[in-house]
């Protein structure tokens, strides 16, 4: 089948990479290059990186929907268009270009978790499924007709950053059965039921901050699902310190306050919580390297100012 891909993040780049290999990429639509890193330089998004190894063309409009960039979807006579971590909402006369649609790759069981961050906050609710959708396109945010899901577990201990690379070769593996069945007629479109349907805005810097009163598991799921962006984070003394891996221990708090650090526990990092001690596996404070949640504990022996952590 002819395709158009639009896609930006790294997540969209093993679907781009299997449609290259099974069907026929006419056009890769992408973001532009942004500024990134401490010098601002111009970074190309991942999808441009990994279309100009693939040798296809690519461009890179501002904005999707002018009129020189429906010119040239139009001119790439797409039969599909398939859209994958984008960024721009695509109007009516983008998405009803080809005979086939225009098929999008979701990484949620919608309508579960319509939205910007369907990972990180399937993992913040403590879901211990998920899944990748695949559908067609409409005037709503991910609001269009099914046309397949498949899906797989959430470890307990897995974070954002690890769902992310599972979900986004489970997607490029569905999207390849979407295509074949809607090639095949063997797909019949369903659509969602407003009933089930849950929101995942997108996760700003400050979403991270803990707060020691919810449970250990509150706190465990919050950490993994802001890892990597935006980062769950604390404050000792007025230092912002960023929590990249936590554990649940079981362990009730007894004495140990919400926030304060367990100073007598020997080789772990334990804190108190509204229920339960959490232990902090790989902490980092600002502007240093992450360091193991033991190491950080010695330091704090050896010097005996504020021993609580606080939002």
Not at 200 to 218: M, Q, S, T, Y
Not at 255 to 281: F, K, N, S, Y
Request: with cysteine; aromatic share 4%.
């Amino acid at each position: 089948m002819r395709i158009v891909f639009i896609g930006t993040a790294l997540f969209a780049c093993p679907s781009l990479n299997e449609l290259a290999e099974t069907h026929e990429v006419a056009l890769v639509v992408t973001q532009p290059d942004r500024p990134a890193g401490r010098k601002h330089e111009l970074k190309p998004p991942a999808i441009k990186v990994a279309a100009k190894k693939l040798g296809l063309r690519v461009i890179q409009p501002v904005q999707i929907n002018s009129d020189d960039s429906i010119g040239a979807l139009r001119a790439a006579e797409p039969e599909a268009i398939v859209v994958v971590a984008y960024g721009q909402i695509l109007r009516r006369v983008v998405f009803s270009l080809p005979a086939q649609g225009t098929i999008n790759i979701h990484a949620s069981l919608l309508p579960r978790y319509r939205g910007a961050a369907p990972i990180p906050w399937a993992i913040i609710h403590g879901d211990d499924r998920t899944g990748i959708t695949t559908f067609l396109i409409d005037e709503g945010v991910d609001t269009g007709k099914i046309l397949l899901s498949e899906s797989l577990s959430i470890d307990s201990d897995e974070t954002a950053n690890d769902l992310h690379d599972r979900l986004a070769v489970l997607g490029s593996r569905v999207v390849l059965r979407t295509l074949s069945k809607i090639e095949s007629g063997d797909i019949n479109p369903i659509p969602q039921q407003e009933r089930d349907a849950s929101l995942a805005p997108k996760l700003l810097r400050d979403d991270g901050l803990l707060d020691w009163e919810r449970d250990a598991r509150d706190l465990h799921n919050k950490v993994r699902g802001m890892n990597p962006w935006p980062g769950a984070f604390t404050y000792l003394g007025g230092e912002r310190m960023k929590l990249h891996r936590t554990l649940l221990t079981g362990i009730k708090c007894g004495e140990v306050v919400p926030g304060e650090i367990a100073l007598r526990e020997t080789g772990r990092l334990l804190v108190g919580t509204g229920d339960e001690l959490l232990q902090v596996i790989e902490i980092q404070r600002e502007g240093r390297p992450r360091m193991h949640g033991g190491d950080f504990l010695n330091g704090l022996r050896n010097d005996q100012g504020v021993q609580l952590f606080c939002g």
